[in-house]
């Protein structure tokens, strides 16, 4: 039995792929055209420009993908964080012009903090029924243990789109598409965001009016597990304890991982 709403969602997900009640392709109807629109705006700042010009990268870098594995080959890598959010849409909105049949629901893999923020796992929850995932939840001592585990249960799955960007640890000499190495599990991992900055992910959540998870508006600007995850110092309301501005403040790379003790 499910044995927490989490679990318990996945499993009403799983029940809901095997009758086919649901379709994909409407809500990446949707999304294609919201993105268009925002790739057809004359907009008048430099930071909006940027954006649309990241945008049409990754889309292109999306396209690449899905023309070198199908459908049951692709999954995403999806925690409710701000980066793996946008790759969502934008993965969700190539979708709509793909030539081949949909499925129901998007694969995709959430690896669970050891010590996950309530409010992450809400919003996991929430953002999943939204965006129609199938969701499969893994914990275990190490990232590349949960991996593993998933790709045992998804024998089919090659290539897992990541929201990683350049500036998060260990994304310095990424690429676009980059095999595994290391003694990890063998999969492509494919990197639609990763010359995305920081503050170009909130310019492009906030302009599009996506929703995101609640911990942003408490200074929290890097989600990770709450014995390690704190708001961000450089957020602090001065002369006022423990308050903080909303993450979409913070503008620099090098400040957003302030918040996190590793």
Same mark, same amino acid.
Request: proline share 5%.
């Given at each position: 039995?499910?044995?927490? /709403? !989490?679990?318990?969602?996945?499993?009403?997900?799983? =029940?809901?792929?095997?009758?086919?009640?649901? @379709?994909?392709?409407?809500?990446?109807?949707?999304?294609? /055209?919201?993105?268009? =629109? +925002?790739?057809?705006?004359?907009? *008048?700042?430099?930071?909006?420009?940027?954006?649309?010009?990241?945008?049409?990268?990754?889309?292109?870098?999306?396209?690449?993908?899905? #023309?070198?594995?199908?459908?049951?080959?692709? @999954?995403?890598?999806?925690?409710?964080?701000?980066?793996?959010? %946008?790759? !969502?849409?934008?993965?969700?909105?190539?979708? &709509?012009?793909? @030539? /081949?049949?949909?499925?129901?629901?998007? &694969?995709?893999?959430?690896? %669970?903090?050891?010590?996950?923020?309530? *409010?992450?796992?809400?919003?996991?929850?929430?953002?999943?029924?939204?965006?129609? !995932?199938?969701?499969?939840?893994?914990?275990? &001592?190490?990232?590349?243990?949960?991996?593993?585990?998933?790709?045992?249960?998804?024998?089919?799955?090659?290539?897992? +789109?990541?929201?990683?960007?350049?500036?998060?640890?260990?994304?310095? #000499?990424?690429?676009?598409?980059?095999?595994?190495?290391?003694?990890?599990? @063998? +999969?492509?991992?494919?990197?639609?965001?990763?010359?995305?900055?920081?503050?170009?992910?909130?310019? +492009?959540?906030?302009?599009? #009016?996506?929703?995101?998870?609640?911990?942003?508006?408490?200074?929290?600007?890097?989600?990770?597990?709450? !014995?390690?995850?704190?708001?961000?110092?450089?957020?602090? %309301?001065?002369?006022?304890?423990?308050?903080?501005?909303?993450?979409?403040?913070?503008?620099?790379?090098?400040?957003?991982?302030?918040?996190?003790?590793?």
């Amino acid at each position: 039995m499910p044995e927490n /709403a !989490l679990d318990l969602h996945i499993h009403q997900q799983n =029940a809901q792929q095997l009758d086919g009640s649901d @379709s994909l392709r409407p809500l990446c109807a949707q999304l294609y /055209a919201q993105v268009q =629109a +925002f790739l057809q705006e004359d907009v *008048q700042t430099e930071r909006l420009k940027k954006v649309q010009a990241q945008t049409r990268i990754s889309l292109d870098v999306i396209k690449d993908a899905l #023309n070198r594995y199908s459908l049951s080959e692709i @999954s995403l890598s999806y925690n409710g964080g701000k980066d793996c959010l %946008v790759l !969502l849409i934008l993965l969700l909105a190539s979708l &709509s012009t793909h @030539s /081949a049949p949909l499925p129901p629901l998007l &694969s995709s893999v959430y690896i %669970v903090s050891r010590h996950p923020f309530p *409010q992450v796992d809400d919003f996991v929850i929430s953002s999943s029924r939204r965006y129609h !995932l199938s969701l499969s939840r893994h914990t275990n &001592s190490s990232m590349k243990a949960a991996f593993a585990d998933y790709l045992k249960e998804r024998e089919n799955v090659k290539c897992i +789109f990541v929201g990683t960007r350049r500036t998060d640890p260990h994304g310095e #000499n990424l690429s676009f598409f980059d095999l595994t190495d290391g003694g990890w599990p @063998s +999969f492509m991992r494919c990197h639609p965001m990763i010359d995305w900055h920081y503050a170009e992910i909130w310019t +492009f959540v906030r302009h599009l #009016n996506i929703p995101y998870c609640e911990l942003y508006d408490q200074g929290y600007t890097s989600l990770g597990g709450t !014995l390690d995850t704190h708001p961000n110092p450089a957020l602090k %309301v001065d002369g006022q304890e423990a308050r903080f501005r909303p993450a979409y403040e913070l503008e620099l790379d090098e400040e957003e991982r302030w918040g996190r003790d590793r």
